[in-house]
């Protein structure tokens, strides 16, 4: 999987996956977004990882002060600047999010939609703790993966994108229990209530988890205030 979301499934060949999306996984993605802009504040610097071709952020630029996007894909970067057109308040990086250049406390929003957390290819505690590691005190880390009612529309979906030539042929001896395979090498895997709660574990914090529209398994982490480090 290394690499994968960085050469092969970058830029308009990502923005594809969404466009062929049937509409049930449609209203998966929508309901994503609309939890993260109910979330979402005037005065926040929001950072979303793995933003890509810069679909969220979009919809959270109107809604946040600032808008920080990282991505490691280059060609996806390109293509979120045009995509997402001249802002004084958007700022798009080349940085990998398990190994964040930003400076401690930075950010009052951090999300990771759309299962990112596992696509990323790396060790999910890496990113549970960059990710807490850049919040203030008294903002909000997201993440989020699928749920497994959205097991039948998810296939519907990845199949589509199969028929569209996006991604390798589904290996569906090696498919199930919340794993999608391809014969290319692609991967699509998922993490559940007690994977999130042990990762919140791990950064010392209590994780509300919160099905979403039947499809998506948000893990919402609130950093706590802790004397003077919220000035």
Request: hydrophobic share 45%; glycine share 10%; with cysteine.
């Amino acid at each position: 999987m290394t690499g994968y979301y960085t050469e092969k499934l970058a830029a308009e060949r990502l923005r594809r996956c969404y466009e062929v999306a049937p509409p049930r996984a449609r209203r998966y993605l929508e309901a994503e977004i609309d939890f993260v802009l109910d979330l979402a504040s005037p005065s926040a610097l929001a950072l979303e990882l793995g933003c890509g071709y810069g679909r969220v952020l979009r919809r959270l630029l109107p809604r946040v002060r600032t808008g920080v996007g990282i991505d490691t894909s280059l060609s996806s970067l390109r293509l979120a600047r045009g995509f997402l057109g001249p802002s004084p308040s958007l700022h798009l990086l080349a940085m990998d999010a398990a190994a964040m250049g930003f400076r401690a406390r930075t950010f009052d929003l951090v999300l990771c939609i759309q299962n990112g957390i596992c696509a990323f290819a790396v060790d999910p505690g890496q990113l549970f703790g960059e990710a807490v590691r850049v919040t203030r005190p008294g903002g909000t880390v997201l993440f989020s993966s699928y749920s497994p009612r959205f097991w039948q529309d998810r296939l519907e979906w990845f199949e589509a994108q199969v028929a569209h030539g996006l991604i390798g042929p589904i290996d569906h001896q090696a498919t199930g229990d919340g794993v999608i395979a391809c014969t290319d090498g692609f991967k699509s895997t998922t993490i559940g209530p007690e994977a999130f709660a042990a990762l919140a574990a791990r950064v010392g914090l209590a994780p509300r988890i919160i099905e979403v529209e039947a499809s998506s398994l948000f893990c919402a982490l609130t950093i706590p205030r802790r004397g003077r480090e919220e000035d």
